[in-house]
């Protein structure tokens, strides 16, 4: 079992910079076994893809629209994964959310769907104000 703890969200200007935390406990494996994604929801739209990265930390994929702005990380010997949010815009103002599952990042097709993760966190608010 998996049981993912968001962190870092709040409410920041426009152009500020956030890092999200994601705080993994896992039984029976080891936390490099999982891929980890982001993803984040606004209000009344659906979830959407934000990066992955894999298990090991060797290949990362982003979102074409956050290339640049958003860094996908890594810590496997502390059981935790990061979202650095950078030049941050009042449409970056969503529930952000960390996943993560074995086998998610077969491929860079399947790693954007939200059904290819079945471990899921509660969620921290990021706000931005213009």
């Known amino acids: 079992q998996v049981q993912l703890v968001e962190s870092g969200g709040g409410l920041v200007q426009a152009g500020g910079s956030l890092r999200l935390s994601c705080a993994a406990s896992i039984s029976g494996r080891t936390f490099n076994n999982y891929d980890v994604a982001w993803f984040r929801q606004a209000p009344e739209k659906e979830r959407d893809f934000v990066a992955a990265i894999s298990g090991s930390g060797g290949r990362t994929h982003y979102t074409d629209s956050l290339k640049g702005r958003f860094a996908i990380s890594r810590d496997n010997a502390k059981n935790m994964a990061y979202l650095q949010m950078n030049s941050l815009k009042p449409d970056d103002t969503a529930v952000y959310y960390c996943?993560?599952?074995?086998?998610?990042?077969?491929?860079?097709?399947?790693?954007?769907?939200?059904?290819?993760?079945?471990?899921w966190g509660q969620g921290t608010q990021v706000t931005v104000s213009s």
């Open positions: 996943a993560a599952d074995r086998g998610a990042f077969n491929s860079y097709d399947v790693v954007v769907f939200t059904t290819s993760y079945d471990y």
